[in-house]
């Protein structure tokens, strides 16, 4: 499960995982040059990050890669033990 969180300031929205509410997984950001939303994932080694259209586009982009993220770590730690 995820919590979003807008600062009133900038628009930007960051989601935080319930594992830990201080550290964000990913962030929606309007973008300011062009119509659309950035989004970034900061769940793997190197941010994941992309542009689309609408919030709701990017934010299940992000979500995607949050999910693939997660399966990779999963992987991990099966090969692991």
């Not at 628009?11 to 119509?35: F, I, T, W």
């Not at 970034?40 to 992309?50: I, L, Q």
């Not at 934010?59 to 999963?74: F, P, T, Y």
């Amino acid at each position: 499960m995820f919590e979003k969180r807008r600062c009133p300031h900038t628009g930007v929205v960051n989601l935080y995982s319930d594992g830990d509410p201080y550290l964000a997984v990913g962030s929606l950001v309007p973008a300011q040059e062009s119509e659309g939303v950035y989004w970034r994932c900061y769940a793997f080694t190197e941010p994941v990050h992309g542009l689309a259209t609408d919030a709701r586009t990017a934010e299940r982009r992000l979500m995607r890669q949050i999910q693939k993220a997660s399966a990779n770590s999963d992987n991990r730690r099966n090969c692991a033990a």
